[in-house]
Each structure stands twice: as C-alpha cells, then as structure tokens.
C-alpha cells in the first residue's frame, strides 16, 4: 500500500541532545514537509522541499534542520537549539503542483525526558 | 488576525445527528479548501477537496465553500461513534503552501 512512514512513534529526548525523526514516502510525490502541532494552535509548517536536495524554511524552522537526499526520504533533525521540542510532528507530502492536496503520516510524539 | 479561524469546540452529538463543522478565512485569495479527520495520536486523513466555490458531496459527507463569505462547512450525516474525531480544515493558494484551522473536536455520543 503506498503511504507516508513515520518513525519512531514516539522518542525522547535528553537535554542538549540531537534527534532525528524519519519520514519515508512510497507515493512517488516531489514535495514533502514538516509541520509541528501542538494543541490550540494547529499545524505550524517546519520546513518544506519541493524537489530533491532542496528544502526552504518554513514558519518555525529555528532549532531544526532537514536534508533532502532521496525523493523518498525528508529526515527532520530536533536540535538542541529548539528550547521547548515537545509537540506532535507530522510529515506530508503531495504532488507538489496545483490542485493536490497534501497527504500526512501517523506522526511522531518527542518529549523531553 | 489569523488566516483560518476554526472554533475548537468540544462538540458532542447524539448519534444519528447531522453535524456542521465551521471554518472562516481571510484571504480571499485561497482557492482549494479541504477537511481532514485526525483521530486521536494519528495523523489527520483527507475527507474532502474542493477547488472554489459550490458543494461537494461523498457519502455521509457535504464540503460546502462560499467564498463571498470567506466561510466553509463540513456537514456530516446520520453521525456515527465513529465519527468521533478531531476535524480540521485547511486551504490554499497554489498547492504548495497551506493554511490549517485549529481543529474542531467532536464526539458522537450512541
């Protein structure tokens, strides 16, 4: 079945420590993202790429950093920079052109441990 | 002023009820207008897309878009337990960018 892979579902973090959370697609799409939600305040866009081995900022990209190596694959690194990393973060992706909607992964919950 | 504004509810319902779910913008600019449904730790999962304004219906699902009134609705029929669930909306201007609403909860009460 195609679809969006996101791992691990849930990880934990400790202070002044990197992690990467894994997005993989199988639905051939070009552009991918990154969105972070926390609640009350929807989804807030991370990072975004629309073709491979280029990526743009998005809203909230401070304390984050992606690559964009694999049409398949848009990795998403929490850096110790980002002071409060508790959130729900969700991958999409979509065809990158107009009228296609964006579909999401099951997401990955980091907390701090 | 946000561009999508959305009341979060809670909103809690009988089953077999119709549901009206509720979004507002601001730019009168966006042209695709889309519902997803998120379940609780799960990510949100597309109901409806439409392109401009009119109606659009799918089974027990009608997205409706008024653009003069920078208002769309999600209305759901013979309301089910299982349609318990987080709904969102989201629009945009191109299909590259896209702006969500906070989500509305709702609960189908059998």
């Known amino acids: 079945d195609g679809g969006i892979t996101q791992s691990p579902k849930y990880l934990f973090r400790k202070e002044g420590q990197n992690v990467t959370l894994s997005c993989e697609q199988n639905?051939?799409?070009?552009?991918m993202y990154w969105y972070r939600q926390d609640p009350g305040q929807g989804l807030r866009l991370i990072y975004y790429?629309?073709?491979?081995?280029?990526?743009q900022k998005g809203d909230i990209a401070e304390g984050y950093s992606v690559s964009r190596e694999k049409k398949e694959s848009f990795p998403l690194t929490v850096t110790s920079a980002q002071k409060n990393p508790t959130a729900f973060y969700l991958c999409?992706?979509?065809?990158?052109?107009?009228?296609?909607?964006?579909?999401f992964g099951d997401g990955t919950r980091l907390s701090i441990l | 002023q946000k561009e999508v504004e959305q009341d979060p509810g809670p909103l809690s319902v009988p089953e077999g009820a119709i549901v009206s779910l509720n979004c507002t913008y601001s730019?009168?600019?966006?042209?695709?207008f889309m519902w997803y449904r998120q379940y609780s730790r799960k990510g949100p999962e597309l109901l409806m897309y439409?392109?401009?304004?009119g109606n659009k219906e799918d089974g027990r699902f009608t997205a409706q878009v008024d653009k003069s009134s920078k208002y769309i609705s999600l209305f759901i029929r013979d309301s089910q337990p299982s349609d318990s669930a987080t709904y969102l909306c989201?629009?945009?201007?191109?299909?590259?960018?896209?702006?969500f609403g906070t989500g509305t909860s709702l609960t189908v009460i059998p």
């Open positions: 730019n009168s600019a966006f042209q695709y």
């Open positions: 639905l051939n799409h070009d552009a």
């Open positions: 790429s629309q073709i491979v081995n280029d990526f």
């Open positions: 989201a629009m945009s201007l191109t299909g590259n960018q896209f702006y």
């Open positions: 439409t392109y401009s304004s």
């Open positions: 999409a992706s979509n065809l990158g052109r107009l009228n296609q909607p964006q579909h």
